[in-house]
């Protein structure tokens, strides 16, 4: 089928999530959307993508796999993402990403024992999209390990003028920072997560010197 990335998209959503594979999106005059836009819209909706080199044999995953597969937690984890990521948000869409016994294993401190880790992580996300409306992840590496693990590397990106965040009220300050995340995966969903967050960096964004040095 001829399609664009957001046809694309929407076909996956109404065949029942099967796999996508590209076959190419250059070479014909008609064509309007390029490889990189493509793949950026998919990732953005959470759909893994396969795109085969021509003349090369490929192996797709099993679409029918239990959720343990490299490929399905690198699925999962761009599924993630792109939840994190709607506006408007909807912490139950997140939610829905991760384990009734979600463990992580680097829990911020000041939350009590009484809150699961699950639910801390939906509040700080919640927090995130409060504070910033235009934020987005960009994954800008994505490793399996294993095979129920996957490991990210992203950037965040935004503009501090919703809430309130870190205790520094909106002054429209831009941010950029980088993160990683070693997700594991079972049954479809995140069990655990280990991860860094440069968060000096986005503490001085967020409240610049006032000095200017």
């Known amino acids: 089928m001829s399609l664009t990335a957001a046809q694309a998209v929407e076909a996956r959503r109404l065949l029942g999530a099967p796999l996508v594979v590209a076959v190419h999106a250059e070479g014909w005059a008609h064509y309007t959307e390029d490889r990189g836009h493509a793949r950026q819209t998919l990732d953005t909706a959470g759909v893994p993508l396969h795109w085969p080199t021509p003349g090369r044999p490929v192996t797709l995953p099993d679409p029918h796999s239990d959720g343990t597969s ?22 139950e869409r997140v939610r829905a990403h991760l384990a009734e016994d979600f463990r992580d294993h680097n829990r911020p401190a000041g939350f009590g024992e009484e809150a699961g ?10 927090a995130l999209a409060a504070a910033f409306p235009d934020g987005r992840h960009t994954i800008e590496r994505l490793t399996p390990v294993g095979t129920d693990e996957a490991l990210l590397y992203w950037r965040f990106t ?56």
């Not at 490299?70 to 912490?91: E, T």
């Not at 969903?189 to 200017?212: C, K, Y």
């Open 70 to 91: 490299p490929s399905a937690a690198g699925a999962l984890a761009r599924s993630f993402y792109a939840a994190v990521d709607a506006r408007p948000f909807d912490p």
């Open 117 to 126: 880790d699950r639910d801390v992580l939906v509040m700080l996300l919640t």
């Open 158 to 213: 935004g503009t501090h003028t919703g809430a309130a965040f870190l205790g520094t009220p909106a002054a429209g300050a831009r941010v950029d920072f980088v993160g990683t995340d070693l997700f594991t995966v079972g049954d479809g969903a995140f069990t655990a997560q280990r991860h860094v967050e440069d968060l000096l960096t986005l503490t001085s964004q967020l409240r610049p010197d006032p000095t200017g040095s």
